[in-house]
């Protein structure tokens, strides 16, 4: 290893150093699309990473508070947390933002004024731009490889997927953040900004969001970047809900005394996503394996959603994974073990919970550390 990190510094500093292809390969999106993710060699990760060790505090100055991602200190829990208290602040006009292929529309040019602002030495520059400009590789289903350059034909996009992309995705967001200060929006509209990413939330007092909305089609295509108009949409609370981060913002009704407040709770869709999770994991398929292995699975599943959703109304969604997750491991006992149904009950939930381990959220609390329990 040694001789190994030896060679890639002497070619960085004879600047003989050149990336390799970007391998393509494509994840699923929660809406059934695909999402491209551009895997790096192991050599060109070590070099963004180290570039990442010294670029990132330095920007991380310049960085406003609107923005929560793949920032030290700041996390999604935040961001979330940060839309909440506008809401219970008056700034219920809230556009509901999308950008069409962000990652894949960021100007190269642009990228680059962005980072000249702090950084002079021409050979992290290059470095960049060669990292930006890498060709692209696919594997076909016949195990052909397909070359394409379209990132240094179109001057457009960074990979998502390599360590740098996080912060120039942060960079060039911040350019539509400071854009929306210096015009005097956040003043005039009595606006306020959210990001996570590309993920983009502007919350408005007095009827404001049209007009907000407009004016972030003007900015964004000064930027060079796209709304997305299908998915883009105006949202006023409570009488409307809309999403973010994986939460339904709205009103929310109390079990209790059955009064309604604002508040948010996990959305449809990632309680659905758990769901398809859980079921995947206990399908008949998978009856081969040792029991406490396929529970342990579950468990994770369930401890990791978990630790997302602990904050808000999630006592409905923790009953309903629970509801599930017993369903499906008993069901996967049965089938493993050639059991059929009883009157008195195959694997009461006494037996799930406490010989077999299973996770109950419901039991659990809202407020300890999934990650550790």
């Known amino acids: ?36 993710l551009g895997i790096s060699t192991l050599r060109d990760r070590v070099c963004m990473t180290a570039a990442m060790l010294v670029l990132e505090p330095i920007f991380e100055a310049d960085l406003p508070p609107e923005q929560y991602a793949y920032r030290p200190g700041r996390n999604a829990g935040q961001a979330v947390a940060k839309v909440g208290d506008l809401l219970f602040r008056g700034h219920r006009d809230v556009v509901d933002a999308d950008l069409a292929d962000y990652f894949g529309s960021i100007p190269h040019a642009d990228l680059l004024k962005s980072l000249t602002r702090r950084i002079v030495d021409r050979r992290v520059l290059h470095l960049i731009r060669m990292w930006l400009e890498c060709p692209v590789e696919e594997i076909d289903e016949r195990g052909r490889k ?48 959210v990001t996570y990413a590309d993920d983009l939330v502007i919350l408005c007092r007095r009827g404001n969001a049209e007009q907000a909305l407009l004016r972030l089609r003007e900015i964004m295509g000064r930027l ?8 883009t949409r105006i949202c006023k609370v409570p009488e409307e809900e809309f999403d973010f981060l994986g939460w ?17 709770r996990p959305s449809k869709k990632a309680i659905r ?61 049965r089938n493993k073990h050639k059991v059929g149904r009883s009157r008195s009950g195959t694997y009461p939930l006494s037996h799930l919970y406490g010989y077999f381990g299973l996770v109950r959220l419901a039991a659990r609390g809202r407020d300890q550390p999934w990650v550790k329990a």
């Not at 040694?2 to 390799?20: D, F, I, M, N, S």
């Not at 339904?248 to 948010?264: D, E, M, V």
Request: positive net charge; charged residues 25%; without cysteine.
């Open 1 to 36: 290893m040694e001789r190994w990190l030896g060679e890639l510094a002497l070619a960085l500093r004879e600047e003989t150093y050149q990336p390799a292809p970007i391998r393509r390969v494509y994840i699923p999106k929660a809406n059934g699309k695909l999402r491209p």
């Open 146 to 193: 397909t070359r394409t350059t379209e990132a240094k034909d179109s001057r457009r996009g960074i990979p998502q997927g390599s360590p740098i992309s996080p912060l120039l995705a942060n960079l060039y967001m911040r350019r539509f953040v400071l854009g929306w200060k210096k015009l005097g929006l956040e003043r005039s509209l009595h606006s306020r900004i």
């Open 224 to 231: 060079k970047l796209t709304v997305n108009e299908e998915k």
């Open 248 to 264: 339904t913002f709205g009103r929310i009704y109390s079990a209790k005394t059955g009064k309604a407040n604002l508040g948010h």
């Open 273 to 333: 996503r758990a769901v398809e999770t859980i079921h995947a994991l206990t399908v008949r398929a998978t009856t081969w394996q040792d029991t406490a292995e396929l529970v342990g699975k579950v468990n994770r599943v369930l401890r990791g959603w978990a630790n997302y959703f602990r904050v808000g109304h999630v006592s409905k969604a923790y009953r309903a994974l629970d509801n599930h997750a017993a369903v499906r491991v008993r069901r996967w006992l």
